[in-house]
C-alpha cells in the first residue's frame, strides 16, 4: 500500500511548468498556422450601417476578412450553461454591446492580421444605452440558476420581523468584477477533411467539444477538444464564447489551421465577467441574539439577449439557524455582454452582504459578532432540513479565533490605535456547497517484460492550474497500491472518458471519485487473479498477450446526496490598519480556518486557500470594472488600470484546514476547496474597516475616498 494522498507532494507538472516545456493551447505545435484578431464593435445596442473592409483586404499577408456579409449562415443550437452561450458569431448586423466580434481578419503573421484589424473601419445606427441598475426599471423575475429556485421561503418572515426586538435593514452593492487569468482566452482550430481538432483554453473539456460541435452542425466525434495546460480560469473560460466557433470557421474558410488569442483589453466584455449586484437584507432577532427572521433580495445585471443570474442569497438559505427566511433572485437586463461565473459566483457577492448584515445586527445588538454567529449555530440544513454529511464550523470558527487573537478585540470603533493609525477587527463566515457530478475514467497497467508496471489513467477532464494532474496521481496511486513514481495521469482530451466541468469546486469529487473506482476495480481484478504485490503484478501483466489491462469505470452521486446537505465551511479574521488622515486602508493579516472534507494535497490545498484569500483581499478594496455610461465601454480594461492585489498589498496569511472526516459526500471524501476561500473575507475586511473608523462601506470596494467621506457624515 501508498500512502501519498493527504501529502504535500510537488506537482507533477511543475518541471514542465518551470521549464516552459508545458504547452498551452496557443502554443501548441501546428504547421503552416495563420494568425485571426477579432474586430470589435465600439458601441453598443446599435445596426452596422457600413462595414469597409477593403483597406484591411490589401494588405500583405491578408487571406480573408469575415464579416457578417460573408461569414457562412449557422443554424446554432444553444445549450445551457456552463458549456454554451448565446454567441455572436457574425451572422447579422445587430450589435448587442460594446466590444463584440464584428469581423475576425486572417492573415500569415499575427503583426499582418492585428495591422489590418486596425484597418476595419464601422459605421453605426446606435440607439440609446443603460449600464447602470439604478438608471432603469428592474425585471420581476429570475430564471432558474443551475437547477437552483431564484426565490425561496421558509416560515413566515413578517411574522419573525413582528416578533423581532431588534431589526437591520440595509442594502449591500458590488461591482462588475472582470477575470484575469495570466493565460488569456486562446485557440487554435484544423481541420482535416469534415473532422476538427482544436486546442483551447478551456474549463470544460466535453462541453466545450459539444457546443462547437453543435454550432457548426458537426456530429461530436468529428470533433476533438484539446486542453492540456490552462493558465487560469476561475469561471470566465467554463462556457465557449464567440471566439472559439470564430476560430473554427476561420479556419474551414480559409483552409488553413488558424490561432485566435485575445488581447488583455478584449478580456472584458466578450467573456463575461461578475455581474454587479444590490442586495437588501433585513434581519430581525431577540435582544439575546436569536434570528427571528432573515430576509435577503438580490439584484444582478445580465445582457438584453442572455439571462444570467448571480446567485448570491442562496447561502443566506443554509447559513444560520432562523425559523423564518426569505430570499429572491432578480435581474435587470443591460447593454452589456452576458456576465458569467467568476470564483464562488454567488457566495462571494453573497457572503459579503449577509456576513456584513449580521456585524450591524452584533452592533445593534452591543453583543460580540463570534457570539451571535455561534448563537444561531445551524445544526441542520434550515432550509431543507437535513442534516449536514458532516460539518466543522465551530471548530473553524474556535481554531482560527484562537490564533488571531479575537478575545483581545475592542468592540468600539477606532479604540485600538498606533499613532496615526486606527486598528480594526473583524471576522465572517465562509462556505461553499459540495458539488459531484458523473464522471468517467480509464486506466491501463502495462509491463515492460523486466519486472517493471507502468499505470496510465485517462479522464477528459482539465487542470485549470490547481494541481489536478498531481492530485488525481495521488488518488489512483493509492487505490491501485502503486508508488506514484509510476502512475501518469493523462487528461484534457475530449477522446478520454468524459468528466464534467472544473468549476462547482466539483473536479476533485467528481474525476477523483472515477479514477479511485476505476482504480480499485482494477486492483480487484488482479486480486482475483491472484496478483498479491507489485512483483506479481508485472509477472502476471508480462503474460498477458499484449503486457496490459485495461479497465473503465463510470462514478455518480448516490443516495446520500439525497439524504444529507453537503458543505464546506470556514472561518476568516481580518486586521486592518486605517490611516486616520488619508483614509488608506492595509491588510497586516489574515487568519482563516476551514472544514474541507479530506484534504488531498497538503501543499496545493493550501495554496488554493491562499490564493482565493488574496482574490478576497482584492473584491474588498480594489477590483471595480467601470463602464463608460456614454458608450458602455469598459475603460479600465487592463491591468495597468483595473487594479488586483500585488505582493505589497498582502500580509500574513494564516490558512489551516481542521481535520473533517465525512463518510457520506463522496467515495474519496473531498469536499473540493477552489471556491470556499473568498467567500466570507471582503466581509471580514469590511467589518474590520468599521471597528477601525466607525465607518460602515456598504458598496465595494471599500476605497480611502468611501472611508474618508464616510467619516465626515459620521
Known amino acids: 500500500m501508498t500512502d501519498a494522498v493527504g501529502q504535500p507532494m510537488s506537482r507533477v507538472d511543475g518541471r514542465l511548468k518551470v521549464t516552459g516545456a508545458a504547452r498551452y493551447s496557443a502554443e501548441m505545435p501546428v504547421a503552416n498556422v495563420h494568425h485571426a484578431v477579432i474586430v470589435q464593435s465600439t458601441v453598443a445596442r446599435a445596426r452596422i450601417t457600413s462595414l469597409d473592409t477593403a483597406a484591411a483586404e490589401r494588405l500583405p499577408g491578408v487571406v480573408k476578412v469575415l464579416t457578417h456579409r460573408n461569414t457562412p449562415k449557422l443554424s446554432a443550437?444553444?445549450?445551457?450553461?456552463?458549456?454554451?452561450?448565446v454567441l455572436t458569431l457574425l451572422q447579422d448586423d445587430v450589435v448587442h454591446y460594446n466590444g463584440q466580434p464584428i469581423a475576425v481578419v486572417v492573415a500569415d503573421t499575427l503583426e499582418h492580421a492585428t495591422d489590418a484589424a486596425h484597418r476595419v473601419r464601422a459605421t453605426y445606427d446606435t440607439a440609446a444605452v443603460v449600464t447602470d441598475m439604478r438608471e432603469t426599471n428592474r425585471v420581476s423575475y429570475a430564471p432558474e440558476s443551475n437547477g437552483r429556485k431564484p426565490e425561496s421561503s421558509t416560515g413566515d418572515v413578517g411574522a419573525g420581523l413582528a416578533q423581532a426586538e431588534v431589526?437591520?435593514?440595509?442594502?449591500?452593492?458590488?461591482?462588475?468584477?472582470?477575470?484575469?487569468?495570466?493565460?488569456?482566452?486562446?485557440?487554435?482550430?484544423?481541420?482535416?477533411?469534415?473532422?476538427l481538432t482544436v486546442y483551447d483554453s478551456t474549463q470544460y473539456?466535453?462541453?466545450?467539444?459539444?457546443?462547437?460541435?453543435?454550432?457548426?452542425?458537426?456530429?461530436?466525434e468529428n470533433v476533438r477538444l484539446v486542453s492540456y495546460f490552462i493558465g487560469g480560469g476561475f469561471g470566465c473560460k467554463g462556457s465557449v464564447w464567440s471566439h472559439v466557433p470564430l476560430a473554427a470557421l476561420a479556419a474551414r474558410e480559409v483552409g488553413k489551421p488558424v490561432k485566435l488569442v485575445l488581447t488583455r483589453r478584449q478580456m472584458y466584455g466578450p467573456v463575461g465577467a461578475r455581474p454587479q449586484t444590490e442586495q437588501k437584507i433585513t434581519l430581525g432577532a431577540r435582544r439575546d441574539g436569536t434570528l427571528t427572521a432573515v430576509s435577503h433580495e438580490s439584484i444582478s445585471h445580465t445582457s438584453r439577449f442572455e439571462d444570467f443570474v448571480e446567485p448570491s442569497a442562496m447561502q443566506t438559505r443554509m447559513l444560520y439557524a432562523c425559523p423564518n427566511i426569505r430570499t429572491s433572485h432578480k435581474l435587470v437586463k443591460l447593454d452589456l455582454g452576458t456576465p458569467t461565473f467568476q470564483r464562488a459566483p454567488g457566495e462571494a457577492t453573497g457572503t459579503f452582504a449577509l456576513e456584513s448584515a449580521m456585524d450591524e445586527l452584533a452592533v445593534a445588538l452591543n453583543m460580540d459578532p463570534l457570539a451571535l454567529r455561534l448563537k444561531n449555530y445551524a445544526e441542520v440544513d434550515p432550509e431543507s432540513g437535513k442534516p449536514w454529511s458532516s460539518k466543522s464550523l465551530r471548530e473553524c470558527y474556535r481554531v482560527a479565533g484562537e490564533r488571531f487573537g479575537w478575545s483581545r478585540r475592542n468592540a468600539t470603533p477606532g479604540a485600538m490605535r498606533d499613532g496615526d493609525v486606527t486598528i480594526g477587527y473583524g471576522m465572517a463566515t465562509a462556505?461553499?456547497?459540495t458539488n459531484r457530478q458523473k464522471a468517467s475514467a480509464l486506466v491501463r497497467l502495462t509491463g515492460d517484460g523486466r519486472g517493471g508496471v507502468r499505470a496510465v489513467v485517462q479522464s477528459a477532464t482539465q487542470d485549470i492550474g490547481t494541481g489536478t494532474y498531481t492530485v488525481m496521481t495521488q488518488v489512483a496511486a493509492d487505490a491501485l497500491g502503486l508508488p506514484v513514481e509510476q502512475v501518469r495521469v493523462e487528461i484534457g482530451d475530449s477522446r478520454m472518458p468524459p468528466s464534467p466541468v472544473s468549476g462547482g469546486s466539483m473536479t476533485a469529487a467528481s474525476t477523483g471519485s472515477a479514477i479511485d473506482a476505476v482504480c480499485r476495480q482494477a486492483r480487484q481484478q488482479l486480486t482475483a487473479a491472484g496478483v498479491t504485490d507489485v512483483a506479481s503484478l508485472a509477472r502476471w501483466l508480462d503474460a498477458q498477450p499484449d503486457r496490459t489491462l485495461v479497465v473503465k469505470a463510470d462514478s455518480a452521486p448516490g443516495a446520500d446526496a439525497r439524504k444529507y446537505s453537503m458543505h464546506s465551511f470556514g472561518a476568516v479574521f481580518a486586521e486592518v490598519r486605517v490611516d486616520r488622515e488619508l483614509g488608506e486602508i492595509r491588510v497586516p493579516r489574515i487568519v482563516a480556518s476551514y472544514g474541507a472534507g479530506r484534504?488531498?494535497?497538503?501543499?496545493?490545498?493550501?495554496s488554493q486557500m491562499v490564493g482565493g484569500v488574496v482574490w478576497g483581499v482584492g473584491m474588498a478594496l480594489e477590483e471595480e470594472t467601470l463602464v463608460d455610461p456614454r458608450t458602455a465601454r469598459y475603460v479600465n480594461a487592463d491591468l495597468a488600470e483595473y487594479h488586483v492585489p500585488v505582493n505589497a498589498d498582502i500580509g500574513t496569511l494564516d490558512v489551516s484546514f481542521v481535520e473533517e472526516n465525512d463518510p457520506y459526500v463522496n467515495p474519496i471524501g473531498v469536499k473540493g476547496i477552489g471556491e470556499i476561500g473568498i467567500t466570507g473575507v471582503a466581509a471580514a475586511i469590511a467589518n474590520a474597516v468599521y471597528n477601525a473608523t466607525g465607518v460602515r462601506v456598504r458598496e465595494l470596494p471599500i476605497t480611502l475616498d468611501k472611508v474618508m467621506i464616510g467619516g465626515a457624515r459620521a
Open 77 to 85: 443550437q444553444v445549450g445551457k450553461p456552463p458549456a454554451s452561450r
Open 167 to 195: 431589526t437591520v435593514s440595509h442594502t449591500y452593492a458590488t461591482p462588475i468584477e472582470n477575470h484575469n487569468p495570466m493565460e488569456p482566452h486562446s485557440t487554435i482550430a484544423a481541420w482535416d477533411g469534415d473532422h
Open 205 to 220: 473539456v466535453i462541453g466545450d467539444r459539444n457546443t462547437v460541435a453543435n454550432t457548426l452542425g458537426l456530429p461530436p
Open 431 to 433: 462556505t461553499y456547497p
Open 599 to 606: 484534504i488531498l494535497n497538503a501543499k496545493t490545498a493550501h
